[in-house]
């Protein structure tokens, strides 16, 4: 499926109980990653680039392009078994795509040790133009061999009835606290349709990406922190920067803090990807500009997502649209820190790693009934508050490795300034001028080196 911005250009039983907010709902009982094409696929494309003598095209030509997911280009495809008996086995720090029908369940297997902890991610996506219910979306869960469940969860639509790329995570965790889901062995993933009595009938493309994070050389706490900083700051002011959304997890847009710009047409999800360290608060707020004319009402017409390092959920908000200016802003989070995991809201549990976070932005298609097809303006505000600190004494590597944790190449690729309406302004002046010396190409490709080879370590995703 075709993409816009980045996406054409490839980027860098105890505690058991019901949680329900916003746009999902997750129990746990028992109780995605990142990365990309090879790291030498994406500085072959990026050096093409650079190479080019013509400019960037004009952010208002994606409006005539199909909003679309970009998948990773190195997924391999499997299928889904409807038994777990015929489960093809996820492979951990691996990308896959898949398939999901209107009926019955996908299942996958994994193979786990005793000493990590694993996660799923599952990114569905229907055809644009689809007809869903805010209550349909896709539901994840994750089971040992037993049939005891490990994690429980589901990700809607949401009230505008728009179909759009939703992603819902699954887990198995050791912890002292918890009597289940503990021990090596199988272990299944199936995945399912939240509303399977009236889901469209078309099949669903899925986004599969597997993960795991070591356990500590020393036991930690148990309990969440119980005081933090939830007050709001000051909103990010200044003039924004141009900055290109991504149209997947992998090809997400760097961003820094600041104010950042860009356009967005009726049914469009951009992705944008926030580098967040230990210690630190991540506040966003996503603003979309008034229309020039045209009329009506479109509910939940803006979403904002926040996602964590392995793409599971964090945050959401939204807000409907009736021409004039709307924005949607996150909820304080706390700072990033691994007892975090410990607590029962997604806000605080969600924030457990360092890494790169993802900022997810939907215009639903209902938008264009009432005001055209855009493109419309929209404007991120993101503040990362705090100094970064050190992080917990892991006993080994994540799979795949430098997942948790945040470089100096990644907060340089965040915060290049965004100039021209044709992107990146360092990238840009680069692929207009040309390369006149081999210093100024590597020092194009630097920035990129380093998110390759954090997030192209295993494959959380190119889209194509």
């Known amino acids: 499926m075709g993409g ?22 997750a129990w746990w009982r028992a109780g995605t990653w990142r990365g990309g094409p090879p790291v030498a696929a994406r500085l072959g494309a990026v050096a093409a680039v650079l190479c ?36 093809v086995r996820l492979e951990t720090g691996k990308t896959y795509r898949s398939s999901l029908s209107a009926r019955g369940k996908a299942h996958y297997r994994l193979e786990l040790d005793a000493a990590s902890n694993a996660y799923v991610s599952v990114t569905a996506v229907p055809a644009p133009g689809s007809t869903v219910s805010a209550v349909d979306g896709v539901r994840v869960s994750v089971q040992d061999a037993d049939g005891h469940s490990c994690s429980y969860e589901s990700e809607t639509f949401g009230a505008s009835h728009s179909p759009h790329p939703v992603t819902a995570w699954g887990s198995r965790e050791i912890s002292a606290a918890r009597t289940l889901c503990k021990d090596a062995g199988t272990y299944y993933v199936a995945v399912e349709r939240a509303d399977p009595g009236n889901s469209p009938p078309d099949a669903w493309d899925l986004e599969i990406t597997t993960v795991s994070e070591p356990g500590l050389k020393r036991a930690g706490g148990t309990r969440a922190p119980q005081v933090w900083d939830s007050a709001s700051p000051e909103p990010v002011t ?19 803090q600041g104010a950042w710009r860009d356009d967005i047409t009726p049914g469009q999800t951009l992705y944008y990807a926030v580098p967040v360290d230990w210690g630190q608060q991540l506040y966003a707020t996503a603003e979309l500009g008034s229309s020039s004319g045209g009329s009506g009402y479109t509910t939940g017409a803006l979403n904002l997502t926040l996602y964590n390092p392995v793409r599971g959920h964090v945050e959401d908000d939204g807000a ?13 989070v706390p700072p990033v820190g691994h007892d975090n995991r410990f607590a029962v809201p997604e806000q605080v549990s969600g924030m457990r790693f360092a890494g790169t976070y993802y900022l997810v932005v939907h215009l ?24 970064a600190q050190s992080g917990p004494s892991y006993a080994g590597e994540s799979v795949p490795r430098n997942l948790f944790e945040v470089t100096a190449q990644d907060r340089a690729a965040a915060t290049v300034t965004g100039g021209t309406e044709g992107g990146d302004s360092a990238m840009t002046a680069l692929a207009v001028g040309g390369i006149g010396t081999g210093s100024a190409l590597l020092a194009g490709l630097g920035v990129w080196t380093a998110v390759a080879r954090r997030r192209g370590a295993g494959a959380h995703a190119g889209r194509a």
């Open 4 to 25: 816009a911005g980045w996406a054409t250009v490839p980027g860098p039983g105890d505690d058991e109980g019901w949680r329900v907010r916003g746009r999902r709902t």
């Open 320 to 332: 409907s649209y009736r021409g004039d200016q709307e924005s949607a802003t996150l909820d304080p």
């Open 52 to 87: 080019a003598t013509a400019a960037l095209p004009h952010p208002a030509a994606r409006a005539a392009e199909p909003p679309g997911y970009a998948f990773a280009r190195d997924a391999r495809r499997i299928d889904g078994a409807g038994s777990t008996a015929d489960a």
């Open 364 to 387: 639903a298609e209902q938008v264009a009934d009432g005001f055209g097809e855009g493109p419309f303006g929209l404007t991120l505000r993101v503040r990362v508050r705090g100094a």
């Open 238 to 256: 200044g003039e924004p920067r141009r900055r290109r959304g991504g149209a997947g997890f992998s090809a997400a847009a760097p961003l820094g």
